[in-house]
């Protein structure tokens, strides 16, 4: 098997319940989503976006880590637009799996002289594809193999591609009911109209993270907001219906900007927001420390 990724790197996670927790993040390639609505003036208007990732000169980019971080649509839509296809890293799991190690503080997942344990973190694009299912697996079982299995995994999902039943089986077998503290964690993003552009009809899928929640009940959903009163609303009405779905994740709470520079405008108005309505606030901390610069 080869794996298809745009970058792998080692930081403190940034968002939501683990914020500052040391580390290791897959970045799959693909996404079933644009989400081209983020940072623009009218998120629901595709007539009025502006869309730098379409426009930027490429000609000399021939590295992820050379690309600026893109203030409108996707913050990361180099790992699923085409136009970046040249940009892929594609390797055998082992190959991928060496990359990873030697990101890690004396090759391990468990830090030996504080015991600190650094969390496995694969996210995208959309890391719940089909095909990037077994992927996932693989690289586990191929940490398993080495002796050197991670205790803690994230999946960063929009919750909308339907988990197969040989995952979930993997799942459960391997991450469910350990007396050794392994956890598999959802951190689930489902993207709201009024704020990603995107069409409830394809970004919100109760059912998909019932089941999710079924496999696995540790995560968070977590939505980013602007500010305005109809993406509260959203996030009240999803909220609900992924409740009667059977999830009850807390909900996160996020603003909106890819850049510091736009993070910083709405930020304290809606953090504010949210704990007074009842849910937690998380800053997007890697964005305040590095800029949100790609392999950070």
Not at 59 to 82: A, E
Request: net charge negative; charged share 25%; hydrophobic share 30%.
């Amino acid at each position: 098997m080869t794996l298809k990724y745009s970058e792998t790197f080692y930081s403190a996670q940034g968002e939501g319940q683990y914020v500052g927790i040391p580390s290791l993040w897959m970045r799959f390639f693909l996404c079933n989503l644009q989400c081209n609505g983020f940072g623009q003036k009218e998120p629901t208007n595709p007539e009025t976006y502006e869309l730098p990732y379409e426009t930027i000169d490429i000609t000399n980019i021939d590295n992820v880590f050379d690309l600026p971080v893109f203030d409108k649509g996707c913050d990361s839509s180099y790992t699923w637009s085409k136009r970046y296809k040249h940009l892929i890293t594609d390797k055998t799991v082992e190959e991928a799996v060496d990359e990873l190690t030697a990101l890690l503080p004396h090759g391990n997942f468990i830090h030996p002289a504080t015991q600190q344990a650094t969390h496995m973190v694969f996210t995208g694009g959309e890391p719940m594809l089909k095909n990037t299912q077994p992927g996932m697996i693989s690289v586990i079982e191929e940490f398993k193999r080495r002796k050197n299995q991670p205790k803690n995994i994230t999946v960063e999902t929009n919750g909308t591609r339907p988990i197969t039943d040989e995952f979930a089986e993997y799942i459960q077998r391997e991450y469910s009911n350990w007396a050794d503290g392994r956890e598999w964690y959802w951190s689930l993003s489902p993207k709201l109209w009024s704020t990603a552009g995107e069409k409830n009809s394809k970004a919100i899928k109760p059912e998909v993270i019932g089941r999710y929640a079924e496999v696995s009940n540790k995560g968070q959903l977590k939505f980013v907001v602007n500010g305005t009163e109809e993406s509260w609303q959203e996030v009240e009405e999803h909220t609900k219906a992924f409740r009667d779905a059977g999830c009850n994740f807390p909900v996160w709470i996020m603003g909106v900007g890819g850049t510091f520079e736009g993070l910083v405008q709405t930020e304290a108005t809606i953090a504010d927001e949210a704990i007074q309505r009842g849910y937690n606030y998380t800053s997007r901390v890697h964005v305040h420390i590095y800029g949100n610069a790609i392999g950070k």
